[in-house]
């Protein structure tokens, strides 16, 4: 890499984003979110986990035959099954890249069941057999911050000779700290020779809140590509944010002088999409792409702003590509605007998806005197609108609620079929989910129930999130209404149409359990 100053970004949202109980992504989802990275400029897409699934091997090799700029990268592990299979997934890429692994730390290796010298043998017939197949081969030491110094410079020195172009180390467990991150990567550069030859990589987790600060310590010391996940995505606490550690470089660029080449205007709009497809909506006080991040309250703080943006704002809602101007629309409004603020908000629909999002547009502006743009996000992010694809559908709700008690009258379609139910519970909407229940008989568990208003109000739009399990599985389901009962049960069936397309793709008795990390 000539650019010293150059950081690459790797985005692995498809790979370790989805990896989060309940983020599964269907095909079409996993294509639409690879296409905006690669038009963001994202250098290093890691598109999936070729041998844990058919489907996930469907979806990389179709990630690598539209790619049109970025490096498409499949994950494999020390195996040379899973290395053969992930090269048939990205070869058919213009850049494909390898990426394998292999727990390093003594909990890893006692798992594993190997000796250091047998690891090391691991690791040379590894990544050889990777690179004899791909020029672009990425090696990590699974659990690198918890691994003793001498045997990771050992084994990083072994992945380097047998063909490893970037060397990624991962903080598997978000144990580490700034000053350790970078400490590590100035050692491995210092001490293992042909280091200078490869790039050196850092994956951090968000365990104990220090990921997007390690990550950052890690560039400073030498590390030249930043592994994240749009919205911080990832197993447990997630992972480092693309958005915290892009606009971090470019805001405070004059102490760290690195340049990424990612398209900011993109990151509200990704953000969102990745939100909408995942069903982890983004918590308010979110850095960078949080509701909160650039609302004022304290009155200090908005006479400051009215007079200096500068003041109180270290950026400008126009480098994420946020509308500065949160301008209502109303049931005057037409489909052109409607397009033309869906595109402000990051939002590209086409035709058929425009019909149905304005006749839900219009029965909103019914409701509502002012339709701003925190409504219009909503209802974009409604994973749980009625379509006639779905198993099951809601037609009608009606509740009772009072001192004297809690009914609900509800009519649901399922696969056609129109049934009526009349139920109780303590409080309405344990009515109306008791209800579901007695149309639709399951075993899944409910984990979450959350709540948030859209906007002020006493006409705002509540935004209602749902998780379901059943055997494993995890589900999610969103949906907002101003009417906060029925979208709580318009999430609730959303999740449940997820969990029945899961229960096919798996079947009800199967197996769910997902492909082990480790290999004896």
């Known amino acids: 890499m000539s650019d010293k100053n150059r950081v690459l970004i790797f985005d692995t949202t498809l790979r370790d984003g989805e990896q989060s109980p309940g983020a599964t992504m269907t095909h079409a989802e996993k294509l639409e979110i690879a296409g905006m990275l690669d038009e963001m400029g994202v250098d290093i897409i890691e598109a999936g986990f070729p041998i844990a699934s058919e489907g996930d091997f469907a979806a990389v090799s179709e990630i690598a035959r539209q ?17 053969d299979r992930c090269w048939e997934a990205v070869k058919h890429a213009k850049r494909p890249r390898i990426h394998t692994f292999i727990g390093t730390s003594p909990l890893h290796r006692a798992i594993l069941n190997l000796t250091m010298d047998q690891m090391a043998e691991r690791v040379e017939q590894t990544v050889s057999h990777a690179r004899n197949l791909c020029d672009n081969v990425q090696w990590s030491p699974m659990d690198a911050t918890r691994t003793e110094h001498d045997y990771l410079c050992r084994v ?21 700290a700034p000053r350790e991150s970078a400490a590590l990567i100035a050692m491995l550069l210092e001490r293992v020779p042909g280091a200078d030859e490869v790039i050196f990589a850092t994956h951090c987790h968000n365990d104990l809140g220090m990921a997007t600060a390690n990550s950052l310590a890690a560039v400073e010391a030498g590390a030249r590509q930043i592994e994240c996940t749009i919205n911080g995505l990832g197993e447990r606490a997630g992972n480092t944010a693309l958005e915290e550690v892009v606009m971090a470089m470019k805001v405070r660029h004059d102490i760290m002088p690195f340049d990424t080449g990612i398209d900011t205007t993109k990151i509200m709009g990704l953000s969102r999409r990745v939100a909408q497809v995942s069903g982890f909506p983004v918590q308010f006080n979110k850095a960078i792409v949080g509701k909160n991040a650039f609302l004022h309250e304290s009155g200090i703080h908005q006479d400051g702003v009215l007079k200096n943006v500068e003041t109180f704002e270290i950026m400008r809602p126009a480098d994420i590509g946020l509308n500065e101007a949160n301008i209502a629309m109303g049931k005057h409004s037409g489909r052109a605007a409607l397009r033309a603020k869906l595109a402000d908000l990051g939002y590209e629909v086409g035709d058929n998806q425009l019909k149905d999002v304005f006749v839900r547009f219009k029965s909103l502006a019914d409701r509502k005197k002012e339709v701003y743009d925190e409504d219009l996000v909503a209802l974009m992010q409604d994973s749980s609108a009625n379509t006639g694809d779905d198993h099951l559908q809601v037609k009608h709700l009606r509740v009772i609620c009072g001192s004297d008690g809690q009914s609900a009258d509800l009519t649901m379609i399922v696969e056609g079929v129109e049934k009526t139910v009349h139920a109780t519970g303590d409080g309405p909407v344990d009515a109306c989910f008791n209800a579901v229940r ?3 008989p399951h075993d899944a568990r409910l984990q979450l129930y959350q709540v948030h208003a859209v906007t002020e109000g006493t006409d705002a739009q509540a935004t209602v999130s749902v998780r379901l399990e059943e055997d494993g599985r995890i589900v999610n389901g969103q949906a907002a209404d101003t009417d906060t009962i029925l979208a709580s049960v318009k999430a609730y069936v959303g999740a449940l149409n997820h969990l029945i397309l899961r229960r096919a793709r798996t079947g009800r008795d199967a197996d769910t359990k997902e492909i082990t990390m480790y290999s004896h």
């Open 67 to 83: 790619a049109k700029n970025s490096v498409i990268c499949g994950l494999a592990r020390a195996q040379l099954p899973d290395i």
């Open 156 to 176: 990083v020195e072994i992945a380097i000779k047998a063909g490893a172009t970037t060397i990624n180390i991962p903080d598997t467990v978000g144990y580490t």
């Open 438 to 440: 007695q149309i639709f």
